[in-house]
């Protein structure tokens, strides 16, 4: 939902007019904003769900849309990105399910200064038998701090703006990349539920956001 130019300045990145379009209910295999470390000044539109360089089948990406930071350094369709082509996710927030109700509540997860930021992830390139490219990503996740925990084992891994730089350095150790992959402190995150409108990735509205009233 941030506009253009907010994400410009806060990233410091060039953002091709007609590119974006702010998003309010994104989902795996959309198209969404990633500055990659082959290019850290400039963002761009690569696809929800890694599909490895050497897959067979780009099929694959719809079971990649997500890295365990615990053994994203082992899986072969990991290792490489993990190592040759890490990225920032460009985000201001996310969505998870609380499962023990019957009818699974929606949350939306955000910083409390409201402000865009980063996933950790990973991206890849894969081309077909006529040279076209599909550039992808997927988003580690690690175990959830205190305020996620309550409705979800796991979360995204949002990086601290000190760490966006270094995650993009070429030359960063690879143990001291993985140390990088733990949960974003939960006294700095809120979260609140929002319509079960969020469950169908066609309400890309605003109206997905508002919070909403399951007593």
């Known amino acids: ?13 060039e953002i091709a007019d007609g590119s974006y379009r702010p998003r309010f209910n994104a989902a795996p295999s959309q198209d969404l904003l990633v500055i990659p470390q082959e290019s850290p000044h ?3 539109l690569y696809r929800w ?3 490895p360089g050497w897959a067979k089948d780009p099929k694959i990406g719809r079971q990649l849309i997500n890295a365990r930071a615990e053994t994203v ?8 990105p993990f190592e040759k082509h ?4 460009l985000s201001d927030g996310f ?4 499962k023990k109700p019957a009818h699974h509540v929606p949350y939306r997860v955000i910083l409390k200064e409201q402000e865009p930021f980063v996933f950790a992830g990973l991206c890849d390139y894969w081309k077909d038998e006529t040279g076209k490219e599909i550039q992808s990503f997927t988003i580690i996740t690690t175990e ?4 996620v925990a309550k409705i979800h084992d796991r979360m995204p891994v949002i990086l601290p703006r000190d760490a966006e730089e270094k995650w993009l350095d070429a030359g960063l150790d690879l143990k001291k990349a993985q140390s990088m992959l733990k949960a974003y402190p939960s006294g700095e995150m809120e979260m609140y539920p929002v319509s079960t409108i969020v469950n169908n990735p066609k309400n890309d509205m605003a109206a997905v956001l508002k919070p909403a009233n399951y007593e």
Not at 95 to 98: M, S
């Open 1 to 13: 939902m941030t506009a253009i130019e907010e994400l410009r300045q806060r990233f410091k990145v």
């Open 42 to 44: 400039k963002a761009s």
């Open 49 to 51: 769900g890694l599909v």
């Open 73 to 80: 350094a082992d899986k072969p369709a990991f290792r490489t």
């Open 86 to 89: 890490r990225c920032l996710v």
């Open 95 to 98: 969505y998870e399910w609380d």
């Open 144 to 147: 959830a701090n205190s305020l």
